[in-house]
């Protein structure tokens, strides 16, 4: 089993920025994959970015390239999301998850949830 907390979600305006954190907790961390998904009221869950075991292969959503960045130190055993250039279409809540090894960019492919944590971008 693996526990995941996310942390870091809150109010911004447009064009700021957020680092969003998931920390892990259970069975080795640096053996899992990492994603973060996001739910818009009223949207379905959709895919964010995506890091593998090692920190060696990211992908990231249309959406979001070049403005977000994900990162893990498995050190600590926590992920990260950091967002900028934030537009109010990017207010969700936002999920992190976790997979065995390789990278998944479909929430089916992701064993292990956070509760999420909400972020807000106000125009």
């Known amino acids: 089993q ?6 870091g979600g809150g109010l911004v305006q447009a064009g700021g920025s957020l680092r969003l954190s ?6 080795t961390f640096s053996s899992y994959a990492m994603g973060w998904f996001r739910q818009a009221p009223g949207k379905e ?3 964010v970015a995506a890091i593998n075991w090692s920190g060696a292969n990211t992908i990231y959503a ?4 070049g403005r977000f960045t994900i990162s ?19 207010t969700a809540v936002y999920y992190c998850a976790a997979r065995p090894i390789s990278i998944g960019t479909t ?8 509760q999420g944590t ?5 125009s």
Do not use: H, I
């Open 2 to 7: 693996v526990q995941l907390v996310e942390s």
């Open 22 to 27: 998931c920390a892990a907790s259970g069975r």
């Open 45 to 47: 869950r959709e895919f």
């Open 62 to 65: 249309d959406a979001v390239k």
């Open 72 to 90: 893990r130190d498995n050190a600590k055993s926590t992920g990260y999301l950091q967002m900028n250039s934030l537009k109010p279409v990017d």
């Open 107 to 114: 929430s089916y492919e992701y064993v292990y949830w956070g």
């Open 118 to 122: 909400q972020a807000t971008v106000s």
